[in-house]
C-alpha cells in the first residue's frame, strides 16, 4: 500500500497568513492527489484535485503542487472560514488519505 | 442540484450487520462512481472502497475485505454499504461521495454522513 505522510499535523495561524501544508507519498503517484477539508461535523470537501487543478467554487487562494512523491497544498491568504482539517488523499494505487492537518487559530 | 441524501443513525450489536443507503439526484447516476469514507470518533478520514454505478465493479479496501459489500440500484439512483460482523471499531460515521473515476478519481460531492453505534 501507499501511505501518505502529511505535515505539520497541526499549525497556529492568523488571519491574512501564508499557509503552506505537505503530502509525502512512500512512493511516486505521478499527480494522482487530491486535498480536502473538513470542518467539525460536517463531511469533507474538495479543494485540490490532480495535484493543481482547483475544483469549482474554491477561491483561487487555495493551490496545489508537486508530482511524484511530494505535494504542497497552499492558503495564500488565511480567511476565518479556513479554519479547519485538511486531508490529502492518493489515488494512484487504491486510494489512501493523509492524517491530517489541523489548522487553528493563532 | 446535485445532491447525496443518506439513511439515518444506526445503533447495532457487535456480531451484527448494517445497511447504509445513499440516494443520489441532480446528475446522471450511471456516470459515476460511488465511494464509501468512514470517520471513526475524533480520528481522521478511513476509505472503504467504491463501486462503479455504470457497471457495478467494485474496489475494496483490503483491511475490510470479506465483511463490506457495496452495491447500486441504478432504478432509484441508490447505492448502499453494508458492513459485517461489526464490531466495537467499526462505530464512525460513513460517508458516501460521488466518484469521478476518469481520468483522475476524486470525490466532489459528499453525503452528510450517517452514525453506526456498535456496542453490547
Known amino acids: 500500500d501507499i501511505q501518505m505522510t502529511q505535515s505539520p499535523s497541526s499549525l497556529s495561524a492568523s488571519v491574512g497568513d501564508r499557509v503552506t501544508i505537505t503530502c509525502r507519498a512512500s512512493?511516486?503517484?505521478?499527480?494522482?492527489l487530491n486535498w480536502y477539508q473538513q470542518k467539525p461535523g460536517k463531511a469533507p470537501k474538495l479543494l485540490i484535485y490532480?495535484?493543481?487543478s482547483l475544483q469549482s467554487g474554491v477561491p483561487s487562494r487555495f493551490s496545489g503542487s508537486g508530482s511524484g512523491t511530494d505535494f504542497t497544498l497552499t492558503i495564500s491568504s488565511l480567511q476565518p472560514e479556513d479554519f479547519a482539517t485538511y486531508y490529502c488523499?492518493?489515488?494512484?494505487?487504491?486510494?489512501?488519505f493523509g492524517g491530517g492537518t489541523k489548522v487553528e487559530i493563532k | 442540484q446535485v445532491q447525496l441524501v443518506q439513511s439515518g443513525a444506526e445503533v447495532k450489536k457487535p456480531g451484527a450487520s448494517v445497511k447504509v443507503s445513499c440516494k443520489a439526484s441532480?446528475?446522471?447516476?450511471?456516470?459515476?462512481?460511488i465511494s464509501w469514507v468512514r470517520q471513526a470518533p475524533g480520528q481522521g478520514l478511513e476509505w472503504m472502497g467504491w463501486?462503479?454505478?455504470?457497471?457495478?465493479?467494485?474496489n475494496y479496501a483490503q483491511k475490510l475485505q470479506g465483511r463490506v459489500t457495496m452495491t447500486t440500484d441504478t432504478s432509484t439512483s441508490t447505492a448502499y454499504m453494508e458492513l459485517r460482523s461489526l464490531r466495537s471499531d467499526d462505530t464512525a460515521v460513513y460517508y458516501c461521495?460521488?466518484?469521478?473515476?476518469?481520468?483522475?478519481?476524486?470525490?466532489?460531492?459528499w453525503g452528510k454522513g450517517t452514525t453506526v453505534t456498535v456496542s453490547s
Open positions: 441532480g446528475y446522471t447516476f450511471t456516470s459515476y462512481g
Open positions: 463501486i462503479s454505478a455504470y457497471n457495478g465493479n467494485t
Open positions: 461521495a460521488r466518484a469521478s473515476l476518469k481520468p483522475y478519481y476524486y470525490m466532489d460531492v
Open positions: 512512493q511516486s503517484i505521478s499527480s494522482y
Open positions: 490532480a495535484a493543481s
Open positions: 488523499q492518493q489515488s494512484y494505487s487504491t486510494c489512501h
